[in-house]
């Protein structure tokens, strides 16, 4: 997580994908490995990774925001979906607005 918040994205890939197959439930490990390959430009594992961390416990709940973000230029009736989620669990949350606009098609 610290690589990737430092914006060192290609780095924290090899230490989330370490951490994701030593604890493949880990829903934090998932939501970061997906933002960090999301920046590196590799949609579809950023996808994935995203989808598992919406289905492991606790389901991070900005895991659907940045899965609807991601899916929203691709699959907008998906997108809908987790962005619904993340509206209805964090209706004030540091994302909603941006949520709103993305289920408005802007």
């Known amino acids: 997580r610290l690589h990737f918040e430092k914006g060192a994205a290609a780095k924290a890939v090899n230490y989330l994908d370490e951490a994701v197959q030593?604890?493949?439930?880990?829903a934090e490990a998932q939501l970061y490995?997906?933002?960090?390959?999301?920046?590196?430009?590799?949609?579809e594992?950023?996808?994935?990774?995203?989808?598992?961390?919406?289905?492991?416990p606790p389901r991070p709940i900005e895991a659907s925001y940045y899965l609807g973000r991601l899916l929203s230029t691709e699959t907008?009736?998906?997108?809908?979906?987790h962005l619904q989620r993340y509206l209805e669990q964090?209706?004030?949350?540091?994302?909603?607005?941006d949520a709103r606009l993305l289920m408005r098609g802007k």
């Not at 030593?22 to 880990?26: Q, S």
């Not at 964090?90 to 607005?97: D, L, N």
């Open 45 to 56: 594992r950023a996808r994935t990774a995203l989808t598992a961390a919406t289905r492991l």
């Open 22 to 26: 030593l604890y493949p439930g880990l």
């Open 90 to 97: 964090a209706p004030k949350g540091p994302f909603a607005e």
């Open 33 to 43: 490995l997906g933002l960090a390959t999301l920046e590196r430009g590799d949609r």
């Open 76 to 81: 907008p009736i998906e997108a809908r979906v």
